[in-house]
């Protein structure tokens, strides 16, 4: 069992595949080390492999658009990705490459164990949800699985080559708000 210290030691000095020769850094999800919600997506980008932070680039300010309209921000939430380098070109990362990285991600999860995690787009609503996960015809639906509520919206990057996903999308989160706020009423009932 790791510690949060010791597991972005381990992600930072990953060599386990052959992402590590192409990034320029690894990059370790961020965020609130005790938030409800954890975002997952599949990979860092360009913008992320510079930084070492998740959502930094474009897509990031997608995501803060997104958070703001369900009331919250950055710090109330935990961001990490399914693999932990950039794939080069930025393309989907390989079944292989996830697998590689899924120790990290379970790692995070145990560590976080928030209630609901969210799937930022196909990719890890493949991995973590269903491997026929449809994100046009299945986000914004939840699924309970191991002690977990999970959700899939529009990747933020999906919204920026069709701007017209917005409008779902922030109804989405207007729906993680309100599963927040169902499963802290169920803890506390009246």
Request: proline share 7%.
């Amino acid at each position: 069992m790791y510690t949060w210290d010791e597991l972005e030691r381990s992600i930072v000095n990953c060599g386990r595949c052959m992402l590590c020769k192409k990034r320029i850094q690894a990059v370790p999800g961020k965020g609130n080390h005790s938030s409800q919600i954890m975002l997952v997506a599949e990979a860092p980008g360009k913008q992320e492999d510079l930084q070492g932070i998740p959502f930094v680039g474009p897509a990031g300010k997608v995501l803060d658009i997104l958070l703001t309209s369900a009331g919250l921000n950055r710090k109330d939430v935990y961001i990490t990705n399914i693999v932990k380098c950039h794939p080069p070109g930025n393309r989907d990362p390989l079944p292989e490459e996830q697998e590689t990285c899924m120790q990290y991600l379970r790692a995070e999860t145990t560590l976080l164990h928030p209630p609901i995690i969210v799937c930022l787009g196909r990719i890890a609503a493949q991995k973590l949800i269903s491997p026929n996960f449809k994100i046009s015809r299945e986000h914004g639906m939840w699924t309970h699985r191991k002690g977990y509520w999970m959700t899939a919206v529009y990747h933020p990057s999906a919204i920026l080559r069709d701007p017209a996903k917005l409008e779902e999308a922030k109804q989405d989160f207007q729906s993680i708000i309100s599963k927040v706020r169902e499963i802290e009423e169920s803890k506390y009932p009246l």
